[in-house]
């Protein structure tokens, strides 16, 4: 199998000094909302990767991903200069377990998370019927 899927940038936001928005075009496989992805660059001939969970709901286009920078992050460093038309790549398949099929019924679902841990419960939210 493919270790990496060749994606597009197609927009960058910044909201804060260090919060961002990534939005990506990528042929990966299908995720439930709650999974994340791993995000790489090639930093001096190796792949820098990282986890990133999904912002937008499954059938929604583009990928979308919150990130902070760190100031000697490897990648963070490096995702926050991209451009649109910019080369990401992405594992082929999502992964976590954070998903709806997991949480057991109920009548009320609390979630509640810092920083970019938010992109979690946003991606859960925004799954619609559930």
């Given at each position: 199998m493919q270790k990496w899927v060749e994606g597009t940038v197609v927009n960058q936001k910044r909201w804060t000094e260090t919060l961002f928005t990534l939005q990506v075009e990528a042929d990966v496989a299908a995720f439930e909302a709650g999974q994340f992805a791993k995000l790489?660059?090639?930093?001096?001939?190796e792949m820098v990767a990282r986890p990133y969970s999904f912002v937008n709901a499954p059938k929604e286009r583009p990928h979308e991903f919150y990130y902070v920078t760190l100031p000697n992050g490897p990648l963070t460093q490096r995702l926050s200069k991209l451009r649109a038309g910019d080369a990401i790549y992405l594992a082929p398949r999502p992964a976590g377990f954070l998903v709806l099929s997991e949480i057991p019924d109920g009548e009320n679902l609390w979630l509640i998370s810092t920083g970019t841990r938010g992109a979690d419960a946003l991606g859960l939210v925004r799954e619609p019927g559930k």
């Open positions: 790489a660059l090639a930093v001096e001939g």
